[in-house]
């Protein structure tokens, strides 16, 4: 037992002293100049239901989407439009449950997934508008009974 304890102090000592290393070298890379982020906007979690061959729902998985825009002045418009854009993501999860690039609360075909995603938005807030679109898995949900 006592060599398993002093593995695991050995273990995390290493995880402290690379963190550590880390958090040392982000100055360093602020001081380079590394771009700003990109303005996004968040839509609210999407819950993807996971259906078994019998048709009846196992579990939910929950998706973030997050938007990234061509500018910040973009960021005013997108909030307007915020339920329209949910509404508009929510269809194209769906969608791509029936077409199969969503199966067992996985996304198969992220390419397709975010090609849709990117046509429904830019055909709200106009072309070019929309610059990445960054799909999370966040939980995994049972089923209610």
């Known amino acids: 037992m006592p060599g398993r304890f002093t593995a695991v102090v050995r273990a995390v000592a290493v995880c ?39 048709g009846d729902v196992q579990r939910y998985n929950h998706l973030e989407v997050t938007l990234e825009l061509l500018n910040a002045a973009k960021v005013p418009e997108a909030q307007a439009i915020a339920p329209r854009l949910q509404d508009a993501v929510l269809g194209v999860i769906y969608t791509g449950v029936e077409k199969g690039w969503i199966t067992n609360g996985a996304i198969t075909n992220a390419q397709a997934v975010r090609q849709k995603i990117l046509e429904r938005s830019e055909a709200l807030m106009g072309r070019a508008s929309v610059t990445r679109i960054l799909i999370t898995p966040v939980a995994k949900q049972a089923a209610w009974p």
């Open 16 to 54: 402290m002293a690379v963190a550590l290393g880390l958090c040392a070298a982000a100055p360093a890379f602020a001081a380079e100049g590394a771009a700003p982020l990109p303005p996004t906007i968040k839509i609210r979690p999407v819950l993807v239901p996971v259906v078994s061959a019998r």
